[in-house]
């Protein structure tokens, strides 16, 4: 591993869990924030614990989440960017080293901490985070139901709006070549 073209210290990704559970467990059960957090950092975090079995540590230590990219939107709505490097220098007026874990962290702390952000927006925005576990597992369920329809995709059978609607549906191939096993295209009809 390599930070500005220096190689670091590196460790097991299990290892590295272990010791960041440990570190939040001595915070008391906490809520995790980021910005953009719910969609990219999240479902990144609960896929790493669930690779080395530790989502009930995670689920048993992290009590939410707050992404602040939606909190920022609401409470400034308008605004020419929502990235958290714009924000930053638009209301804290720093420049800092974006995409550099600790850089990031700290300059969102200061950005919450220095705007108008109160503890009732905070809470507006928080998840709990069997939630987030539950919309993490429905989307990985509907990549896979996704992956299993591309075939018809490929076969311009149905247009790629129509393979999501069938795979949040929670349907995938092997569905839909059951119905038709059962009871031809009137199956399918059904379904």
């Known amino acids: ?24 467990q ?6 995790l924030v980021g910005h953009n957090f719910k969609k990219f ?5 609960i896929r790493a614990f669930e690779s080395v079995k530790l989502t ?3 689920k048993d230590t992290v009590m939410g989440s707050i992404d602040t990219l939606p909190l920022y939107r609401s409470v400034y709505p308008g605004i020419e ?17 974006a995409h550099d874990a600790l850089a990031d ?16 927006c905070l809470i507006e925005q928080s998840e709990n985070i069997m939630s987030s576990m539950h919309l993490y597992n429905f989307n ?10 591309a075939c018809l995709l490929n076969n311009k059978i149905v247009s790629k709006e129509m393979v999501k609607k069938i795979a ?13 096993d059962r009871n031809g295209v009137e199956g399918l009809s059904q379904l």
């Open 1 to 24: 591993m390599f930070q500005n073209g220096k190689p670091v210290q590196s460790d097991t990704l299990y290892n590295v869990l272990v010791l960041f559970l440990a570190w939040l």
């Open 26 to 31: 001595c915070l008391g059960r906490c809520v």
């Open 41 to 45: 950092d999240l479902p990144r975090i």
């Open 56 to 58: 009930g540590a995670f």
């Open 81 to 97: 960017s929502y990235k958290q490097e714009y924000l930053v220098t638009k209301f804290v007026n720093i420049k800092y080293s």
């Open 105 to 120: 962290v700290e300059s969102l702390q200061q950005l919450v901490c220095n705007t108008k952000i109160t503890d009732e």
């Open 140 to 149: 990985k369920d509907c990549d896979y139901n996704q992956f299993s329809l």
């Open 168 to 180: 949040f549906s929670g349907l995938c191939l092997h569905h839909l070549q059951l119905a038709i």
